[in-house]
């Protein structure tokens, strides 16, 4: 064939390719490095703004950024950890009014369809079950390549009242708002 | 002579003292309430009071500094004149230290002071549970100081009215009858 003499160097040059650093496109992320993650939120209460976190979670996802629509991530947040930064709010809001965190001890996220803005920027639409009560979400994040991890930034907004937290006394606004930001930063490793 | 406070003076010292005694009594009421709606409306009222009293402070100092009061009486030992003006350096070092502790003390706790929920106060301290902590105790030592300097402050008003029969608190009423 007369082919040959051209499709050597081609084979070569794609070769070569493979073999550059900034090749590896195949990479997923998913190990999740806990240490390196934080869930936080944010409230207004009587006009001050009040913040705290969730110190256990437990997030499985998987993330390759040349297909992000076939990625997925499924979020736990043990409500027990909550930092509120007061012992007695950290006891109250574990009471049946707000996360009823016996009968309910988990918050979960789960991504139904994950869709590319553009720019490392991302929208995860799914469901967030806090206390019995599903609710469909849509959360922006970013992504980000910082050598072998990978970090997914972003927060989004919950009413509290959809999800009957905080109830009876303090199922009014005024004290503590109903909007609530929530902020995380997630890391993982790319596998194989 | 001057035998009256000036009535800047005198309208400032009632204001605070009305202020301050509706501060103590909510202090000491709020602080073992169950959490609640109504304890969080309580202490952000109790802060803002607090504010305000520190700044009405700061404008009596002001008023102090450049307007003699009138002088003690007389008929007062060296020893208890001297008593007396240890006294109110006392009430005037409380009145600023005590909202300076709570004003650290919720900083320190992550609840940031918003006056009158408009003005943000800037938080000097970052959170921090056990200087929070300590800062609370430091908090309620001043103001258990403070109850003990208050009484002594009027008892020796009413000692100065009903046993020495004198105007050091007939000085710091409302004039009724001013004599020329």
């Known amino acids: 064939?007369?082919?040959?003499?051209?499709?050597?160097?081609?084979?070569?040059?794609?070769?070569?390719?493979?073999?550059?650093?900034?090749?590896?496109?195949?990479?997923?992320?998913?190990?999740?490095?806990?240490?390196?993650?934080?869930?936080?939120f944010?409230?207004?209460?009587?006009?001050?703004?009040m913040d705290g976190k969730f110190n256990r979670f437990t997030a499985q996802l998987s993330f390759d950024p040349e297909r992000p629509e076939a990625a997925n991530a499924t979020?736990?947040?043990?409500?027990?950890?909550?930092?509120?930064?007061?012992?007695?709010?950290?006891?109250?809001?574990?009471g049946k009014v707000w996360f009823n965190t016996p009968a309910f001890p988990?918050?979960?996220?789960?991504?139904?369809?994950?869709?590319?803005?553009?720019?490392?920027?991302?929208?995860?639409?799914?469901?967030?079950?806090?206390?019995?009560?599903?609710q469909d979400v849509v959360v922006p994040a970013t992504f980000t390549a910082q050598g072998k991890a990978g970090v997914f930034e972003g927060r989004f907004t919950l009413r509290r009242g959809d999800f009957a937290i905080g109830e009876g006394p303090w199922a009014k606004f005024d004290v503590v708002a109903n909007d609530v930001q929530i902020q995380f930063r997630i890391t993982a490793n790319a596998g194989e | 002579m001057t035998t009256h406070y000036?009535?800047?003076?005198?309208?400032?010292?009632?204001?605070?003292?009305?202020?301050?005694?509706?501060?103590?009594?909510?202090?000491?009421?709020?602080?073992?309430?169950?959490?609640?709606p109504q304890k969080l409306q309580l202490y952000a009222w109790h802060k803002?009071?607090?504010?305000?009293?520190?700044?009405?402070?700061?404008?009596?100092?002001?008023?102090?500094?450049?307007?003699?009061?009138?002088?003690?009486?007389?008929h007062m030992p060296r020893v208890m004149q001297l008593a007396a003006h240890a006294g109110h350096?006392?009430?005037?070092?409380?009145?600023?230290?005590?909202?300076?502790?709570?004003?650290?003390?919720?900083?320190?706790?992550?609840?940031?002071?918003?006056?009158?929920g408009v003005l943000p106060i800037p938080d000097l301290l970052d959170k921090n549970r056990e200087l929070g902590d300590l800062l609370q105790t430091?908090?309620?030592?001043?103001?258990?100081?403070?109850?003990?300097?208050l009484i002594g402050h009027i008892g020796a008003a009413l000692k100065h009215h009903f046993i020495d029969r004198d105007d050091v608190l007939t000085r710091m009423l409302p004039a009724r009858n001013l004599e020329p």
């Open chain 1, 42 to 49: 944010a409230y207004q209460q009587m006009g001050v703004t």
């Open chain 1, 106 to 134: 988990t918050a979960r996220f789960e991504t139904r369809s994950v869709k590319a803005l553009g720019d490392h920027r991302y929208e995860a639409a799914g469901q967030l079950t806090i206390k019995g009560k599903t």
């Open chain 2, 138 to 149: 430091v908090h309620l030592s001043l103001n258990l100081f403070f109850v003990v300097v």
């Open chain 2, 48 to 74: 803002w009071a607090g504010v305000t009293v520190f700044l009405l402070v700061l404008v009596r100092l002001a008023w102090r500094v450049t307007h003699r009061p009138p002088p003690l009486p007389e």
């Open chain 2, 6 to 36: 000036t009535p800047v003076a005198k309208a400032l010292h009632w204001l605070i003292a009305l202020l301050l005694f509706g501060l103590l009594a909510l202090g000491f009421y709020m602080q073992d309430l169950p959490l609640s």
């Open chain 1, 75 to 94: 979020v736990d947040v043990d409500l027990a950890s909550i930092d509120t930064g007061s012992a007695e709010s950290d006891q109250e809001v574990a």
């Open chain 2, 89 to 116: 350096v006392l009430l005037y070092a409380l009145m600023i230290a005590i909202p300076l502790s709570g004003w650290l003390m919720s900083s320190a706790k992550g609840f940031q002071t918003v006056w009158f």
């Open chain 1, 1 to 40: 064939m007369t082919m040959k003499p051209t499709l050597k160097p081609m084979i070569l040059a794609l070769t070569l390719a493979a073999a550059l650093p900034w090749s590896s496109h195949a990479a997923e992320y998913r190990q999740v490095q806990a240490d390196q993650s934080a869930i936080t």
